[in-house]
């Protein structure tokens, strides 16, 4: 069975600081990982993606995270925070390669950005 | 534009009602999820289906079905709602295969009193 730890259910930072959201993760196989945002009132939207290929994956909204295979570990980051990027963050992870078992998602990360 | 639309933003039932929430996407997609929404929980899988009729239990199935007659409707019943079901219900879809995106619905908020 795989699952999703999040360090920390709330996050504050600055706004024009690093952003670093934690995920870790297991897997049996070679996992696929995932970060979504979601917007207060809204669904989720996907802000990047691991598949294979390089380690290091880029987003949107200048997001960015790094697949660390010997650490289990899927972090999410931004070098400087907007007042936009306030919301929730779940990773989630899957072992299926063909797209149809579903995702197991972390608890969340709620992102708060002081002015 | 992509799209998964869900019938009801809101909801409000009574207990031991049946609840029918209802999700169609427009990409032609052969997967699509329920998810449930908790504060604090995350997301959890309530059922799939990968195909028109098929469909296969999630993490948490109990107290709920459903049903999947077209490739573009995926609907998720109560069959006697619970305040227990009180929650953020999200609908997603994806295509099959390293593209493997899920596109998400705006989600249904659902009271029962």
């Known amino acids: 069975a795989q699952s999703v730890t999040q360090l920390g259910s709330h996050v504050s930072v600055s706004e024009g600081a690093l952003v670093l959201l934690r995920c870790n993760y297991s897997s049996s196989v070679p996992p696929y990982l995932f970060w979504y945002v979601q917007y207060p009132n809204q669904g989720l939207q996907l802000l990047l993606k691991y598949t294979t290929g390089a380690t290091l994956v880029k987003g949107i909204n200048g997001f960015e995270a790094e697949f660390k295979k010997s650490e289990t570990s899927f972090h999410l980051t931004k070098p400087s925070a907007h007042m936009s990027d306030a919301a929730e963050y779940f990773c989630?992870?899957?072992?299926?390669?063909?797209?149809?078992?579903?995702?197991?998602f972390g608890k969340g990360t709620h992102l708060i950005i002081q002015p | 534009d992509v799209k998964v639309t869900q019938s009801s933003r809101y909801l409000v039932k009574r207990t031991g009602e049946k609840v029918f929430l209802e999700c169609v996407q427009d990409m032609d997609h052969e997967n699509m999820f329920w998810y449930r929404q908790d504060p604090g929980l995350g997301l959890r899988l309530i059922y799939f289906s990968y195909d028109v009729k098929m469909k296969e239990k999630g993490d948490i199935p109990e107290g709920y079905s459903v049903s999947r007659e077209k490739k573009e409707r995926f609907s998720l019943i109560l069959e006697s709602a619970s305040t227990n079901q009180t929650s953020m219900y999200l609908c997603?879809?994806?295509?099959?295969?390293?593209?493997?995106?899920?596109?998400f619905g705006p989600g249904t908020r659902l009271t029962v009193t």
């Open positions: 997603a879809s994806n295509t099959g295969g390293l593209l493997y995106e899920q596109y």
């Open positions: 989630a992870v899957s072992d299926d390669e063909g797209g149809a078992d579903g995702l197991t």
